[in-house]
């Protein structure tokens, strides 16, 4: 697919998280430039902009950027976009209005802020636009998908270009959020294995944990590069657990040498990672391309009412995400099967209820439904 990048990555999306850790900005005094924190002003204007969709009748699916006006944070979330398109990856934003919004009014208030980033993507088997991340009765139809367990969740990409997510309420024992640079890993692995990295370029099948669609193949099959490169730039794929199963489900097992891959990734993930807080009210923001993202395992909460409850977001870019190897698969090829990897236009116009267009060779084609 792609010739093997052979020289370290030296742009802002290689960064280790005691990089971010060390890193402050002059004003405000104290705050480090991958943090973004809410004021009352801007706190408002969201509030405000809830009550004028609500007022008008706006299901969740018909809330635009214009609909859901926020002139006053337009010049902060112009730079969270760009943050996340050419800069390090990740943007925490703090100080998202949670307390005293009931889960409906928190849905809304979400994706009138994140329609300002990106384009809304479906991502479960109920073609949900809002994916509630728990363990608890909110918790979508997601196949065989492990989303919202309390075990560990080790660092990975999302299925399209960002990630985001919001916690509206943290598990009692308070599991630190950890995101890595996947340039910086890449780096590593040139640096001390460099023959591993000719096997991540050829890449491997997903699985699609059963949530293809009628006359889907229950895998890729075709590979999808862990890391791929174009003009110069690298863009990662990496999901464990999606890998291992299209693995196990072709070959009963997976094979050592496979393992041995993943235990490389996986250890050189954790070495770079950025451990942070992740408190009701955070949002995160995550570029699935240069960015992984993961948590620390937590205890097992009986009570409905005391289980963590993140809300999660995908988001496309609008136009190119980034110059890519093969659009196709690096882009689209592990989120379009069954009900998602819909747009928002898409979903609203029922084109979730047929198939994704597909090449000869399985994979999606890139221009849009």
């Known amino acids: 697919m792609t010739t093997v990048h052979r020289e370290p990555i030296t742009d802002r999306s290689a960064w280790t998280g005691a990089d971010l850790l060390a890193e402050t900005a002059p004003e405000p005094a104290g705050a480090r430039s991958w943090e973004v924190t809410l004021d009352d002003a801007g706190r408002a204007e969201l509030v405000g902009a809830l009550g004028r969709v609500t007022a008008a009748g706006l299901p969740l699916s018909r809330i635009d950027r214009h609909a859901f006006a926020l002139p006053g944070l337009a010049p902060t979330l112009a730079a969270v976009r760009d943050e996340l398109r050419t800069g390090r990856g990740f943007v925490l934003l703090r100080g998202f209005p949670v307390e005293g919004h009931d889960l409906d009014e928190i849905e809304k208030l979400y994706w009138g802020l994140c329609s300002h980033l990106g384009i809304g993507m479906t991502q479960n088997s109920d073609a949900s636009l809002i994916h509630y991340v728990t363990d608890g009765a909110l918790r979508p139809n997601q196949g065989k998908r492990g989303v919202g367990s309390p075990l560990r969740s080790s660092l990975h990409v999302d299925l399209t270009d960002v990630v985001s997510l919001l916690c509206v309420r943290q598990a009692p024992d308070n599991p630190p959020s950890w995101v890595a640079s996947s340039t910086e890993i ?19 099948e997903w699985d699609r944990l059963e949530e293809h669609g009628e006359g889907e193949s229950p895998t890729t099959g075709y590979r999808v590069p862990v890391f791929s490169q174009a003009d110069g730039q690298v863009s990662c794929r990496y999901n464990r657990y999606w890998m291992a199963a299209a693995l196990k489900r072709r070959l009963g097992e997976v094979p050592a040498e496979a393992q041995a891959l993943f235990d490389l990734f996986d250890a050189t993930a954790d070495e770079v990672r950025l451990e942070v807080d992740f408190q009701p009210g955070d949002v995160q923001f995550v570029n699935n391309y240069t960015v992984l993202h993961g948590r620390a395992a937590h205890d097992e909460i009986p009570e409905e009412a005391r289980k963590r409850v993140l809300m999660r977001i ?6 190119q995400a980034r110059p890519m ?8 090829g592990i989120v379009r099967h069954g009900a998602l990897g819909w747009t928002v236009d898409q979903l609203n116009a029922g084109a979730h209820r047929g198939r994704h267009t597909r090449q000869p060779d399985g994979r999606p084609v890139v221009a849009a439904a």
Do not use: M
């Not at 890449?186 to 491997?204: K, Q, S, V, W």
């Not at 995908?314 to 136009?319: A, I, K």
């Open 186 to 204: 890449h780096n590593r692995i040139l640096a001390r294995h460099p023959e591993a990295l000719d096997a991540f370029y050829e890449g491997f």
């Open 314 to 319: 995908w988001l496309d870019f609008e136009g």
């Open 325 to 332: 190897a093969d659009e196709a698969v690096v882009r689209y």
